[in-house]
């Protein structure tokens, strides 16, 4: 199965049953615009969670019907955040979007260890690309929240984006581990990473994909430069997951693909539910996609 675009989502969605989504402090106007665009398709349902005076005056601003919607009254972001998380718990609702606060405050109180979200598991940010020069979505891992990933986070990064294609049907996703080159550098840990992680793969560690490893960007996605130098693997030009060595090449490359006219959605992956933590400049389009593979990533495999 190949995904072509993101507006493939809806389709998905639609077949899944209708997720629960609540949206922290979601007296934020894009984000609330989003969430409803999605509860209104009949996509998701929406639970909101803020100040529910200021939470209905918005609504009825915009004209949105308050039909199926929740309302959680949370004065402070702190205590929004801890009780989305108690709905989790509670099997209330299935995944979470951030609103009107700071990622960090977001996280920080998901992340606490009162709040019963950690699983063992790393969380990592995967994102989906929708690019106009190349012939499928193509997504890209960690690009948010681990800054220099060792080895064995890296494995854990590539294995959470996988779940997230698995979720969508995508079987086998064709996973590059770039790097510079695609020889093997030994001074260069990216590229030793890379081949650790291809060893991995081979020796049946890492499944359900197949990893290619060192590899670099203009191998990975243009089969035209895989044919020039006689690069031969499944992976070649036609990759659908990019492993990035670290949070800087990754959120670098993953703006630039913006930049260039591409459509994008992000979640975050790893924890008891998934996180949408969309950036204050993400257009209400990208905020809504990201909103439909939350909920394909929060079915449970």
């Not at 108690?86 to 979007?97: N, P, Q």
């Not at 790097?179 to 560690?205: F, I, V, W």
């Not at 979640?267 to 993400?282: D, E, H």
Request: proline share 4%.
């Amino acid at each position: 199965m190949q995904l072509r675009s993101l507006d493939y989502f809806a389709t998905i969605c639609a077949g899944i049953g209708k997720k629960r989504m609540a949206v922290v402090m979601a007296e934020n106007e894009h984000s609330l615009l989003a969430a409803m665009r999605a509860h209104q398709q009949g996509l998701i349902q929406a639970v909101l969670i803020g100040d529910e005076k200021k939470i209905r005056a918005l609504m009825e601003e915009h004209q949105l019907s308050t039909e199926g919607v929740r309302f959680h009254q949370a004065d402070e972001p702190e205590k929004a955040v801890t009780l989305a998380t108690r709905l989790v718990l509670e099997g209330e609702v299935d995944y979470l979007m951030k609103g009107g606060l700071e990622t960090r405050t977001m996280m920080k109180a998901f992340i606490a260890r009162e709040n019963g979200m950690r699983t063992g598991r790393l969380m990592s940010q995967v994102a989906f690309v929708e690019n106009p020069f190349y012939h499928k979505l193509l997504a890209l891992t960690d690009s948010a929240l681990n800054p220099k990933p060792d080895l064995a986070q890296k494995k854990q990064i590539l294995e959470n984006a996988v779940e997230v294609f698995h979720s969508m049907g995508v079987e086998c996703p064709k996973v590059a581990v770039l790097a510079a080159a695609e020889t093997l550098n030994p001074k260069l840990q990216e590229s030793t990473d890379a081949q650790a992680l291809k060893e991995m793969y081979q020796r049946g560690e890492i499944t359900g994909c197949i990893v290619e490893g060192p590899i670099s960007i203009d191998l990975s996605i243009e089969p035209e430069s895989a044919k020039i130098k006689g690069y031969d693997s499944p992976v070649a030009g036609d990759a659908d997951l990019l492993i990035c060595p670290d949070l800087v090449s990754g959120n670098m490359m993953g703006k630039m693909m913006l930049f260039m006219g591409a459509r994008s959605a992000n979640v975050v992956v790893g924890a008891r539910a998934p996180v949408i933590l969309c950036s204050r400049s993400a257009t209400e389009e990208d905020k809504f996609q990201s909103i439909l593979l939350g909920a394909i990533a929060s079915q449970k495999l």
